[in-house]
């Protein structure tokens, strides 16, 4: 077994956006003085969830990865597994600042979660189909 290199250069790339996505909230709360909630600011309510939205997916994801890359998965697929969720984790929150409807909300909101998803549901049969390899 190997070290997950491929997987940690991602996990920082993701690391800064997440921090990106926090810094936002607290601008937003700041500036519209709301210590908790969203002070019924629709910004504000956008920049919450797409840091919790974030903070919902990535970790489970990432760690499926890294499993799937210590395991042995070939570069390309751990490169295109990560970088696929790099995507779409910096479309969500351009979506989530669209009006519904728009090109942008639906590339941004509706693509990264499609892709998000797509990511998390193939890194887990991934793990279940080299589990299955292995166990018989």
Do not use: C, K, W
């Not at 019924?40 to 956008?46: F, P, W």
Request: charged fraction near 10%.
């Amino acid at each position: 077994m190997h070290l997950p290199a491929i997987t940690a250069t991602y996990l920082a790339a993701l690391a800064l956006l997440y921090a990106a996505l926090g810094l936002q909230v607290v601008r937003l709360r700041r500036r519209n003085r709301a210590g908790f909630g969203d002070g019924g600011d629709t910004e504000l309510r956008s920049a919450i969830r797409s840091h919790a939205h974030f903070a919902e997916y990535v970790p489970i994801i990432v760690l499926m990865v890294a499993l799937l890359e210590a395991s042995g998965l070939p570069a390309l697929r751990v490169h295109l597994l990560m970088a696929a969720l790099l995507l779409a984790r910096v479309l969500h929150p351009v979506g989530m600042h669209a009006s519904p409807g728009s090109l942008q909300f639906n590339l941004g909101r509706i693509g990264g979660m499609v892709i998000t998803i797509i990511v998390m549901v193939s890194s887990a049969l991934l793990i279940l189909s080299r589990l299955t390899l292995t166990l018989f």
